[in-house]
C-alpha cells in the first residue's frame, strides 16, 4: 500500500503516449501500418519507427533485437528494451465508421481473422499485420470507459 506524507499530492496520468510492437522487418511494417492504417511517420532511423496515431499517441514500430543494448541520445539514455510473440494492440474508431473499415480492409487484401460484437453495444473487427501481431479496430461499447 503506498503512503504519502499529510498534504501530498496525488500525480495522475493523462492517458497511454506510446506503445511499441517489435517486427523482424521494419521496412515492411512501415509499409503496412502506413497503407492499412494511413498513419504518418513521426522519426524513423533503422532501428525504430514512431506513428502518428491520431495526432495524440504514438505507435512505436522496433526492428527486433536493434534496442537491446538501449540508445544514448543527446539528453540521456533510453535503457534496453526488445519483444517476442504475438502481440496484441487496440485502435479505437467511431462506430459509424465500422463497415468503411471492413471494407478498407478488404480492398487492403488484410483478411479480417474475426469479429466481435460486445455485450456493451461495441464491436471489434481483428487482423494481424505482418508479424503476426493482432490488431483489434474497436468501436465505443467494448468497456465500461470507453
Not at 498534504?7 to 517489435?22: I, K
Not at 522487418?25 to 494511413?38: A, G, K, M, T
Not at 541520445?73 to 519483444?83: E, F
Request: glycine share 8%.
Amino acid at each position: 500500500m503506498l503512503v504519502f506524507p499529510p498534504g501530498a499530492v496525488m500525480a495522475n496520468l493523462t492517458g497511454v503516449l506510446e506503445t511499441s510492437l517489435y517486427v523482424d522487418d521494419l521496412d515492411r511494417s512501415i509499409q503496412f501500418y502506413r497503407s492499412v492504417l494511413e498513419l504518418e511517420i513521426l522519426e524513423q532511423d533503422d532501428r525504430f519507427c514512431a506513428l502518428n496515431v491520431s495526432g495524440r499517441q504514438v505507435l512505436l514500430l522496433f526492428l527486433k533485437g536493434a534496442s537491446t543494448r538501449g540508445a544514448t541520445l543527446p539528453g540521456g539514455r533510453i535503457p534496453p528494451h526488445d519483444g517476442e510473440g504475438q502481440l496484441h494492440l487496440a485502435f479505437a474508431i467511431a462506430a459509424a465508421e465500422l463497415a468503411a473499415w471492413e471494407q478498407r480492409l478488404h480492398e487492403k487484401g488484410v483478411l479480417i481473422e474475426s469479429q466481435v460484437a460486445w455485450s456493451r453495444g461495441g464491436h471489434s473487427l481483428y487482423f494481424r499485420d505482418p508479424d503476426d501481431h493482432l490488431i483489434e479496430l474497436a468501436t465505443p461499447g467494448l468497456w465500461s470507459i470507453y
